[in-house]
């Protein structure tokens, strides 16, 4: 079993950053691909970004490119979300998730879930 705790949400006003933090446990930290998802009220939960193993490569939705970052520490079993240039509509849930099977299935399917972080991104 896997264990997957978000930290890190908060209020904050819009052009200011947060970082996320994603702790994990009862795993192989390094052998699962991460990722995070938010869902904002009224809405689907949808996928933000991710990092592979290895973190060689990450993936990111297009409405967060260039202002959210995802890493990982494998020492620390930890996996981060950098976000920056924050803008009211980023305000959500915001959830960690892992998959052993790369980072295509963690993006369609992911295997874990954290019990998610609000961020909330004032005008």
């Known amino acids: 079993q896997v264990q997957l705790v978000e930290s890190g949400g908060g209020l904050v006003q819009a052009g200011d950053s947060l970082r996320l933090s994603c702790a994990v446990s009862?795993?192989?930290?390094?052998?699962?691909?991460m990722g995070w998802f938010r869902q904002a009220p009224g809405k689907e939960r949808e996928f933000v970004a991710a990092?592979?193993?290895?973190?060689?490569?990450?993936y990111y939705s297009d409405f967060v490119q260039g202002r959210f970052t995802i890493f990982r520490d494998n020492a620390k079993n930890t996996v981060y979300l950098q976000m920056n240039s924050l803008k009211p509509e980023d305000t959500a849930v915001y959830y960690c998730?892992?998959?052993?099977?790369?980072?295509?299935?963690?993006?369609?399917?992911?295997?874990?879930w954290g019990q998610g972080t609000q961020v909330t991104v004032s005008s």
């Open positions: 998730a892992a998959s052993p099977s790369g980072t295509y299935y963690l993006r369609v399917r992911p295997d874990y």
């Open positions: 009862g795993r192989t930290f390094s052998s699962y691909a």
């Open positions: 990092i592979s193993r290895s973190a060689d490569k990450t």
